[in-house]
T-cell receptor
Framework: EAGVAQSPRYKIIEKRQSVAFWCNPI?????LYWYQQILGQGPKLLIQ????????DSQLPKDRFSAERLKGVDSTLKIQPAKLEDSAVYLC????????????FGPGTRLTVT | AQTVTQSQPEMSVQEAETVTLSCTYD???????LFWYKQPPSRQMILVIR??????QNATENRFSVNFQKAAKSFSLKISDSQLGDAAMYFC??????????FGGGTRLMVKP
């Protein structure tokens, strides 16, 4: 079974620029999550999708962050415009519908904003 | 809101020795799950071990075991016969149905040859 795929693995941008990250979850996993992990901290949930609907986006900074999951499979997370404090690793995770507790994580995208 | 606290930012262990990583959490729920995740330098987060709160027996996965103290809201991870490949960040995490997965701040484990 292929794991959660993410791209790009690394991205360096200047502040006020835009950036987008892509995630392909494990086949058949209905739930998809985006996390932000600042260096030295644990991951923090940004948004949760169930199929193509948003379940929880309470911690997503909606003035600059947006995410979508068209067709209930792949997802993209966008930051526009980026700030220095957005430098972090962005992790995508997915889980099966019938196993509520076990999430599988992708390798992450390391974003550096200069 | 649930909180997870890992009080040890860094730990060090000699190869082949045993080390215990600490975790405490705060919740008013009675039914939940606790996890230890490992994150090597490559950044892929891997589930190490899982404990269901309703189970009294401590979970064990090969060299990894937990000490789950529900009343004390404590969930420590013991790694026996430590190996160089165990070096990583370890995150304790809490989950209950309807809520998000909440992570602690992590413990960096170093393994000395």
């Amino acid at each position: 079974e292929a794991g959660v795929a993410q791209s790009p693995r690394y991205k360096i941008i200047e502040k006020r620029q835009s950036v987008a990250f892509w995630c392909n979850p494990i086949s058949g996993h209905a739930t998809l999550y985006w996390y932000q992990q600042i260096l030295g901290q644990g991951p923090k949930l940004l948004i949760q999708f169930q199929n193509n609907g948003v379940v929880d986006d309470s911690q997503l900074p909606k003035d600059r962050f947006s995410a979508e999951r068209l067709k209930g499979v792949d997802s993209t997370l966008k930051i526009q415009p980026a700030k220095l404090e957005d430098s972090a690793v962005y992790l995508c995770a997915s889980r099966r519908r019938d196993v509520s507790y076990e999430q599988y994580f992708g390798p992450g995208t390391r974003l550096t904003v200069t | 809101a649930q909180t997870v606290t890992q009080s040890q930012p860094e730990m060090s262990v000699q190869e082949a020795e045993t080390v215990t990583l600490s975790c405490t959490y705060d919740t008013s729920e009675s039914d939940y799950y606790l996890f230890w995740y490992k994150q090597p330098p490559s950044r892929q987060m891997i589930l190490v071990i899982r404990q269901e709160a309703y189970k009294q027996q401590n979970a064990t996965e090969n060299r990894f075991s937990v000490n789950f103290q529900k009343a004390a809201k404590s969930f420590s991870l013991k790694i026996s016969d430590s190996q160089l490949g165990d070096a990583a960040m370890y995150f304790c995490a809490y989950y209950n149905a309807g809520n998000m997965l909440t992570f602690g701040g992590g413990t960096r484990l170093m393994v000395k040859p």
